[in-house]
């Protein structure tokens, strides 16, 4: 097994996350601040997910006997407007999904089968929150932004997905 080729697999896929978390934060609060409190939640939700996809995949890179470089992929993007904020999110979603199927092949490659299975799930769980802002923006472009302002008053978005794994 090449440990040092699924080390680098796996720090690049932590950088990732931690932008990850970074930019959903951000949008978590810019929402808050315009009235759009279930998305809001939503993005909130995510970003804890995505800091638990940071934590599986130190937790392998220890395993590995190497040392988690906590350096983000890149810096936030300012933008501000609800559907602009799902086209990002949904981009950054499929992104990741291509990056880490492509990462899970290197890692059978390697013979690295237990990595190869950090990153499966990852995948699993990025198509998950793919869906989550798809329909969030689905919903948007067929029933204007009051739809959001409106969900503020009937429970969160998603239909009640507080506390949802994936
Ligand atoms: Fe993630
Ligand atoms: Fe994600």
Do not use: W
Not at 13 to 20: H, I, M, T, Y
Not at 75 to 91: D, G, Q, R, S
């Amino acid at each position: 097994m090449a440990r040092s080729k699924s080390i680098s697999l796996l720090n690049k896929a932590v950088a990732d996350e931690l932008q990850a978390v970074h930019q959903y934060m951000y949008f978590h609060f810019h929402l808050d601040d315009q009235g759009f409190k279930p998305l809001s939640q939503l993005f909130k939700r995510i970003a804890i997910q995505e800091m638990g996809h940071v934590e599986l995949l130190a937790e392998r890179v220890l395993f590995l006997k190497g040392d988690v470089e906590m350096v983000s992929a890149g810096p936030v993007e300012k933008i501000l407007e609800p559907e602009a904020i799902l086209v990002k999110a949904m981009a950054m979603e499929e992104d990741g999904v291509r990056t880490y199927n492509e990462a899970a092949l290197e890692c059978a490659a390697n013979a690295d089968s237990a990595s190869k299975q950090v990153f499966e799930q990852l995948v699993l769980d990025e198509e998950g929150h793919f869906d989550q802002y798809d329909k969030q923006r689905d919903n948007i472009q067929r029933f204007g932004l009051s739809y959001l302002a409106l969900q503020s008053f009937s429970g969160p978005a998603g239909g009640g997905a507080e506390g949802q794994a994936g």
